[in-house]
C-alpha cells in the first residue's frame, strides 16, 4: 500500500492504527455535505448507547433478540426474560464507591481551605463520581469548564482529534451534537465546539436529521480562555497501544449477565408452570356441567372411599430437578465476580452483614481496592489538572507541582485496631495528644480549646484538696528559747 495509502487516509481526516481502528485527525467530516456522526465513530456511538441503555435496566429491550434466539434454539414459546438483573449498573457504582465514594483529600502549599470551599460550591465531589461512572459503562468521563464553573459532557459527544504521526496524542477535542428540533421534533442544527489549548471555537451548521447530513455552516465565532490547557479534560479507564479510548467495564461480561438472565427466566418458568395445583382421582369424583358440557371436580364435595383400594382425590405434587441448572448459574455468578473484579463487593454486599474488623473487611475488598487503585493512577494527572484549572478560573493560586490528592477506599477504619497497632509499636505510650484525638471528632480549633478547658474544670472540681503537713516549729530559730532542749 505504501505512502500514498498513508496520506490518502491523512487527507481525508481519518487515520487506521495497526489494528485497524479508524479515528479522526483533522475537521473534514465536518465539511458541508459529510455525515454526522462521522462513519468511523458509528460502532463506538452504538457501544455507548447500547451501555446507557443496560445502565438504565432497560436489559429486556437491548437484548430482545437474544432471547428470543435462545427461545427458538430450545424450541421454548416465551422468550420475554423480564426479570432484570442489572450488574452493569451495580459494576459501575461500586467501581465509583472505591474511588471517590469517600470525597480525596487534597493538599496544596497554599490556601486549601479556600480551595476545598470552591471545590465545594461546584459539587465537585459529584462531578467527579459521575465521571467514574461514564469511565466504567463507557470507558471515558469526560469533563468541560464552561466559565468558571464545571459541567460533564456525554462521551456519545465527544469526538477527538488525534496527531496523524502519534495517535495517542491528542491535538483537539470536538464535541458535538445536534440542536433546534423543527415542529416534528427532528433536529434542524449541529452545534459544534472545536478546544484546542487557550480557545474554543464554536460553530453552527445546518442538520437534515433522516440522513445525519450536515448542511452549511451558519455561524462561528471565538472565544479565548486564558488556560494553559484544554477546557475539555477526559478521564479514561485501561487503554491499550491501539486506541485512545478506554475499555469499558461491560463487554467483557454482558454475555454472562444476559445467560443468567435467561436461565433465571427458564427457572422461573418452569416454577409458575407448576404453581397451580393439579389433581388425580376416581373419574367418580368428576361432575358433569350441563351449561358448558364439561365434567370438573367439586372440591367442596366429600368423596367417599368404599374399599382401601380404590383410588384416592388428591393433589399431584410435581418433583422438578433444577439442581443442573442453578449449578450453572453458579458457576457463571462465579465468572461474574473474577471479570468484574468485585468478588465479595458483589457475593457478600460487603460483608453481608457480618460483625467484622476493618482489617478482614479489607482483605476480603483486595480485588475491587486494586482494581480502585488502578484507575486512581491512570487518572490522577487529569484529576488534579481539573483541580488546578478550577481553581486558575476562580482566581485562587494553586500550584500543579505542589497540589496532592490522596484517594480513600471508601471501607470504615477500624479505630480500634489503628489504635492497638500504633500503641503496640510505640510500647504502651500516648500516641496522640488530647488535642489531636478531639480534632480527629471534626471540632473546630475554637470547639477543642472549649472542651479541653471543659475538662481542666471538671478535673480540677473532681480532684480532692490537698492537705499539707503543717510544721509548728515554722517561723522559730534555732537560737530561740527551748533551742537544744530535750
Known amino acids: ?184 421534533g427532528n433536529m434542524t442544527e449541529l452545534y459544534v465546539e472545536v478546544h484546542e489549548k487557550g480557545k474554543i471555537e464554536q460553530r453552527i451548521y445546518g442538520y437534515r436529521a433522516d440522513n445525519g447530513e450536515i448542511g452549511k455552516l451558519k455561524s462561528q465565532k471565538v472565544e479565548r480562555t486564558n488556560l494553559d490547557d484544554f477546557a475539555v479534560q477526559v478521564l479514561t479507564n485501561v487503554t491499550h497501544s491501539g486506541d485512545i479510548y478506554g475499555i469499558d467495564d461491560y463487554a467483557i461480561i454482558n454475555s454472562i449477565v444476559a445467560k443468567i438472565m435467561w436461565r433465571l427466566h427458564c427457572a422461573d ?103 480502585a487503585a488502578r484507575l486512581t493512577a491512570i487518572n490522577a494527572a487529569a484529576v488534579k489538572q481539573v483541580v488546578a484549572l478550577l481553581a486558575k478560573v476562580n482566581g485562587i493560586s494553586v500550584d500543579y507541582d505542589t497540589l496532592s490528592i490522596t484517594w480513600n477506599d471508601g471501607l470504615p477504619d477500624d479505630e480500634v485496631e489503628e489504635v492497638n497497632t500504633l500503641t503496640t509499636a510505640t510500647g504502651g505510650k500516648a500516641i496522640m495528644s488530647q488535642y489531636s484525638a478531639l480534632k480527629r471528632r471534626g471540632l473546630t480549633d475554637e470547639e477543642v480549646e472549649a472542651e479541653l478547658e471543659q475538662m481542666r474544670q471538671e478535673q480540677a472540681a473532681s480532684s480532692p484538696f490537698p492537705l499539707g503537713v503543717v510544721d509548728q516549729n515554722a517561723g522559730t530559730s534555732g537560737d530561740g528559747p527551748g533551742a537544744g532542749d530535750e
Open 269 to 371: 418458568t418452569i416454577l409458575d408452570k407448576h404453581s397451580e395445583p393439579s389433581m388425580s382421582g376416581p373419574s367418580s369424583a368428576l361432575e358433569y356441567d350441563e351449561r358448558t358440557g364439561m365434567y370438573f371436580l367439586n372440591l367442596g364435595n366429600y368423596f367417599q372411599r368404599n374399599k382401601t383400594d380404590d383410588p384416592d382425590v388428591s393433589y399431584i405434587t410435581w418433583d422438578g430437578n433444577l439442581e443442573a441448572n442453578f449449578k450453572e448459574l453458579d458457576l457463571l455468578f462465579q465468572q461474574l465476580y473474577t471479570l468484574t473484579e468485585m468478588g465479595q463487593a458483589f457475593a457478600e454486599g460487603g460483608g453481608g452483614g457480618e460483625a467484622s474488623s476493618g482489617t478482614a473487611l479489607k482483605l476480603r475488598m483486595v480485588s475491587p481496592r486494586i482494581k
Open 1 to 184: 500500500m505504501g505512502w500514498s495509502w498513508y496520506a490518502g487516509l491523512a487527507a481525508s481526516g481519518l487515520m487506521s492504527n495497526i489494528r485497524g481502528i479508524i479515528m479522526l485527525t483533522n475537521l473534514n467530516w465536518l465539511n458541508e455535505g459529510a455525515t454526522y456522526p462521522p462513519p468511523s465513530e458509528k460502532k463506538r456511538i452504538e457501544r455507548y448507547r447500547l451501555h446507557e441503555q443496560l445502565f438504565l435496566s432497560q436489559h429486556p429491550k437491548v437484548w430482545e433478540d437474544v432471547f428470543r434466539e435462545l427461545a427458538r434454539r430450545h424450541k421454548k414459546n416465551d422468550h420475554q426474560a423480564e426479570t432484570v438483573i442489572n450488574y452493569q449498573q451495580l459494576l459501575s457504582k461500586k467501581t465509583a464507591d472505591f474511588i471517590c465514594g469517600e470525597p480525596p483529600t487534597l493538599e496544596t502549599e497554599d490556601d486549601t481551605d479556600k480551595l476545598e470551599r470552591l471545590l465545594d460550591q461546584l459539587q465537585w465531589h459529584t462531578r467527579l463520581y459521575e465521571g467514574f461512572i461514564d469511565v466504567s459503562r463507557y470507558g471515558n468521563g469526560v469533563f468541560k469548564l464552561i466559565g468558571k464553573r464545571l459541567t460533564q459532557v456525554s462521551p456519545l459527544y465527544w469526538f477527538p482529534i488525534v496527531d496523524p504521526s502519534d495517535l495517542k496524542t491528542i491535538i483537539q477535542h470536538v464535541i458535538a451534537y445536534p440542536i433546534t428540533p423543527d415542529k416534528d
